[in-house]
Each structure stands twice: as structure tokens, then as C-alpha cells.
């Protein structure tokens, strides 16, 4: 699956269009690897870019200085601290409302950009202290596991990250299985795949976890409980009512929508009619299992109306086919006795799980549309926002756009600080069409 909605540098013009003032970084200290009493203040920092994203694995920050040759010991801070990365890193920054964001990182990359006679500029990419500690071999993942996939989930976060979870999800469904040497991040994208909600989703009609960072920490959530989520915030865009802005916690200054659908993308990915194939080596057991999205609609929680619906001669007929053996007997849990005892027991079941989370993954993004609003760092990717445009229908003068309009989830979010100014721009997506009954009691009908 892929995304276009995330940010970086090179959009950054594209974010200045609408900045709110009183946005500054209030804390930005560099620590010297071969002695922590050794730091520099890096407040006044020409530029910040704070970028949050669905699909990676930690949070990312571009920071752009001068180094004038003279903030230690006489010296630039390159050669003086020096700059080598994996240095610690406090941020802290402030939005115009006072709202603060903090993390602890870490010094991915160096990168000169340019250099006179009086000073260079540097930008340094900061992670978090999980995404590099991901790349050390005594982080990576050995042991076996027993139950519940959610366990493992905390168990590799803690255990190999030595970090937390700020929130997770219990899974309905276990899994054993033996790590193999595989790093942290790896182990748990696949097991996120292989993951049915035990909320918000129905067993057989759908499965799919996400993995995500935001400055508060890692979740793991279900795909069907990141849309069952209430919105936080609500936007409209130009064209309401000024009696009708009250109603509303802000006016998008910069908006692009987008019905992320290509026809011919999403039918061979799978996103609505699948089909599978099981074959049971052991005893030549072979059963063909054809699932369309319509099918398991009423066992899946979207943020919209409903799913689209396709012209009827494209819809009849499975569009992907996934094959695979039944795990039958497969590191069984317990004692030996226990084990033989459940010698013909599933390790993962195939009908209940794979082309489910296959289809949930491809419709994520079925609306999509980014929008640029005053900086807000309450926001994070995992929450949900109700957007409104206005209607562009014959006398309809004052209505919102009942299509495009409605919940959204924060799937990419990037703020941009620059002289004490700022603003978030947001990536928002959607798994379905039209906006629910229920969500427009706020809004002009």
C-alpha cells in the first residue's frame, strides 16, 4: 500500500501560505555523545518541520540552523560538539494557544547545506531513540511467542524497543510463532497484518492493526477503531455562513480533496472482491473462498456512508487471488501432552484473516484530501476531524458538499515553525464515500 499524503521539505512554500504567529520552539538542546555535560541551546533555529506519518516507523524532524563558529569553546558546533550523529535531542515547542509538544530524540542525519566564510547552515534529521535502537542486533527478536497477538505487540515494545505503548488495542485472535532474528519493526508489521480488532470489527468480515508513533508515544490500533473514533476538531472550508462559524473550531485556509481511487489499482490489489485458495498438505484438504467487500460490510466500521460502488460488470467477478497452506499443528502451546493434544489446531487462520486485512489496508485511503489549518499540537495521526466544503449544486448557496464532506482520519501531519510562525498542514483519508447520517446534527442541512 501507498501514500503520497506526507510531508517534506520540499512542500514547505506550500505550508507558509497560511502561518499563525506566536508559534515558537521554546526548548532545542543538543547533547555531545562522549560527555553529556556538553550541550548547545539550538532555539533560535531557522527552520522546523515536525512530521508525523501512518506508515513509519517513529516520528521525524527536519531542523535547519546557522552555525556561526562561535556557540562552544570558541568554535562551530560540527567541530566542537562534534556533530556525529545519535546525539540526544529535547524538543519542546508551542503552538499560539500554548499547547506544547515534547519528545526526547535523536540525531539521524547531518547534513551541511551551505557555507560562506561566516557561518553554514545545517539541517539535522532527528528520529526517535526506538527507530535506531531498531537497528542493533541485541534489539532483535529471538525468543518464541504464545498468544494473544496484542501480548507480543507490548512485549517486543518493551522487551527489544525499551520503550511503551501509549495505546493499545487487544487483538480477538493468537498467534505462536518464533522470531528469528528479525528486527523489532519488521516482526511487527507482519504481525499487524495477521491481527483481527476485538472491538469495532466483526471476526471473518474484517482484520488489520496499525503501528504508528505519534509524540506521545506508540499505538496500535485496529483500522475499524481508528474510524470509529470521534472527531476532535471541526473545519470548514470558504463558502459557510458566518452564523454557521461558530459551529466550527477553525476555517481551512489551503484544502485539496481527492477520491483516492484508481480503478484499475484498487481491483488488482484486492480492495473489494477476493478470492482464496487453501490447500491442507497433510490431508489434500483444498477449498476455494470467494469474499467481496459487500459481502462483510455489516462486520466493518467506516467513517463514511458507505463503500463505493462500482459499475456492475466489474463488481461480479474476484479482481485478486492469494494462495496458501493451512498451518495446521504448528507450535502448539503447553507441555507435550498439551501439544499433541492440539496437533490439529490452526496457527493462524487463513479464511478468517488474510484477504480481510488485504482489503481493509487497500481501502484505507478510498477519500483522501490534505488541508492546511492553524498550527494546533493537540493533533496527531490516529485522531479523526470532520471537514465541510460548500455545495456546488444548483441553489444550494450555504449547504455543505454531503460527498467529500464529513470524518476523516489524520493519516499525515506536518507542522512547519519558521520566525516564530507557523502552521499544520494535514493528510486526511477515509475508507468509504459520503458523510453518516449521525455527523451532520452540527451542520447546515
Known amino acids: 500500500h501507498k501514500t503520497n499524503t506526507r510531508g517534506n521539505m520540499s512542500n514547505s512554500k506550500d505550508s507558509k501560505e497560511f502561518e499563525s504567529p506566536n508559534v515558537k520552539i521554546t526548548k532545542a ?33 527536519s531542523f535547519i540552523f546557522s552555525d556561526t563558529g562561535n556557540n562552544l569553546d570558541g568554535k562551530s558546533i560540527s567541530e566542537a560538539l562534534p556533530l556525529q550523529t545519535t546525539e540526544d535531542f529535547i524538543l519542546e515547542i508551542q503552538d499560539a494557544k500554548k499547547r506544547k509538544l515534547k519528545m526526547n530524540l535523536n540525531v539521524n542525519k547531518v547534513t551541511p547545506l551551505l557555507k560562506d566564510q561566516q557561518k553554514e547552515n545545517v539541517m539535522l534529521t ?35 524497543l525499551k520503550s511503551k ?5 487487544e487483538t480477538a485472535n493468537n498467534l505462536n510463532f518464533i522470531g528469528n532474528k528479525r528486527r523489532p519493526f519488521y516482526t511487527i508489521r507482519w504481525l499487524q497484518k495477521k491481527s483481527i480488532p476485538s472491538k469495532d470489527g466483526k471476526m471473518g468480515d474484517s482484520a488489520g492493526f496499525c503501528f504508528y508513533q505519534t509524540s506521545n508515544g506508540y499505538h496500535f490500533e485496529s483500522i475499524d477503531s481508528l474510524f470509529a473514533k470521534k472527531p476532535i476538531r471541526k473545519y470548514a472550508f470558504t463558502g459557510i ?16 480533496s481527492n477520491l483516492n481511487i ?9 480492495a473489494y472482491n477476493t ?59 503447553g507441555d507435550v501432552k498439551q501439544q499433541v493434544e492440539k496437533n490439529e489446531e490452526e496457527t493462524f487462520e487463513v479464511e ?32 479523526t476531524v470532520t471537514v465541510d466544503t460548500n455545495s456546488l449544486a444548483d441553489g444550494s448557496s450555504g449547504k455543505v458538499d454531503k460527498t467529500t464532506g464529513g470524518k476523516y482520519l489524520i493519516f499525515a501531519l506536518t507542522h512547519f515553525i519558521s520566525e516564530n510562525k507557523g502552521s499544520t498542514k494535514l493528510g486526511l483519508v477515509r475508507d468509504s464515500i459520503g458523510r453518516k447520517v449521525e455527523e451532520s446534527g452540527f451542520l447546515t442541512k
Open 126 to 160: 532527528l528520529s526517535s531513540e526506538e527507530f535506531i535502537r531498531n537497528e542493533q542486533d541485541s534489539s532483535k527478536v529471538r525468543e518464541r511467542f504464545d498468544g494473544k497477538i496484542s501480548d507480543h505487540i507490548k512485549k517486543i515494545v518493551e522487551n527489544n
Open 262 to 270: 484508481t480503478a484499475n489499482s484498487k481491483l488488482r490489489s484486492g
Open 241 to 256: 455562513p458566518k452564523d454557521e462559524g461558530q459551529k466550527y473550531d477553525g476555517i481551512v485556509a489551503k484544502y485539496k
Open 352 to 383: 478468517k484473516i488474510l484477504n480481510q486485512s488485504i482489503r481493509r489496508f487497500n481501502q484505507l485511503d478510498c477519500s483522501a484530501m490534505e488541508i492546511v489549518i492553524p498550527t494546533d499540537f493537540e493533533l496527531h495521526i490516529g485522531d
Open 165 to 169: 505503548l501509549f495505546k493499545l488495542e
Open 29 to 61: 538542546e543538543i547533547f555531545a555523545n562522549n560527555d553529556k555535560s556538553r550541550s548547545v541551546n539550538l532555539q533560535a533555529a531557522d527552520v522546523l518541520q515536525y512530521r508525523e506519518h501512518m506508515f513509519t516507523d517513529s516520528v521525524e524532524v
Open 275 to 333: 478470492k482464496l485458495i487453501v490447500f491442507d498438505p497433510f490431508n489434500c484438504f483444498y477449498q476455494v473462498i470467494d469474499q467481496s467487500a459487500e459481502e462483510t460490510k455489516k462486520g466493518i466500521t467506516t467513517a463514511g456512508k458507505g463503500l463505493p460502488v462500482l459499475n456492475q460488470k466489474f463488481s461480479e467477478t474476484t479482481t485478486r487471488t492469494t494462495y496458501v497452506f493451512k498451518d495446521t499443528g504448528t507450535l502448539p502451546a
